[in-house]
């Protein structure tokens, strides 16, 4: 089945069968439904400008760095990119020490792309908010440059990021439908 989808064989496929996904899916060479939950998340507006660098990384594992070294445990299945709502969760909580509640937050405003609540946010990560409870990654050893540079990618990401539930549904339904074009292509394609 991932063979068929790295030779870009997705005519059918549900989430995969668009020209770009088809010529995405043939550079991935899914091997995984983790490649092909990350796939359908990187294929959107937002996530799409790290495409290259995530296929490097999964090409060439000495290619990925991180900014420091507290994403690394974040963003070592996705080598090195953000892909999914629940790495920004966990990038402002580790690095920023935001609550799991505050991390929403972050998240919501993310999905629903209000770019003034970002930016307002952008100075409680960078630098803390004592009054809110929040250390910030500065006051957390992080400097001010890497934090801002962080920020920036969370916020390019923000344009259309999935959470990892989503795509895993998507792709799940996508192996199903490519497993049976795959299995069964003629009653398939029939259907």
Request: glycine residues 8%; hydrophobic residues 40%; charged residues 20%.
């Amino acid at each position: 089945v991932y063979d068929m989808l790295g030779a870009g064989k997705t005519e059918g496929v549900f989430q995969l069968e668009s020209a770009g996904m088809t010529s995405f899916m043939k550079e991935l060479k899914p091997e995984s439904l983790e490649d092909v939950i990350a796939g359908i998340s990187l294929y959107r507006p937002g996530p799409m400008d790290f495409i290259p660098q995530y296929i490097e990384g999964k090409n060439n594992p000495d290619s990925i760095h991180f900014l420091c070294p507290q994403l690394e445990p974040i963003l070592s299945a996705t080598y090195g990119c953000i892909v999914y709502q629940e790495q920004v969760m966990q990038i402002v909580r580790s690095l920023g020490g935001y609550t799991l509640g505050r991390s929403d937050l972050v998240r919501r405003a993310m999905s629903k792309k209000k770019a003034a609540v970002m930016e307002k946010e952008r100075q409680n990560f960078v630098y803390g908010n004592e009054e809110e409870g929040v250390p910030g990654c500065v006051n957390r050893g992080i400097s001010e440059e890497i934090a801002n540079k962080i920020y920036e990618q969370m916020m390019d990401f923000a344009k259309y990021a999935f959470n990892k539930s989503h795509a895993a549904a998507y792709a799940v339904v996508a192996y199903q439908t490519a497993y049976l074009k795959c299995h069964f292509p003629v009653e398939f394609m029939a259907a």
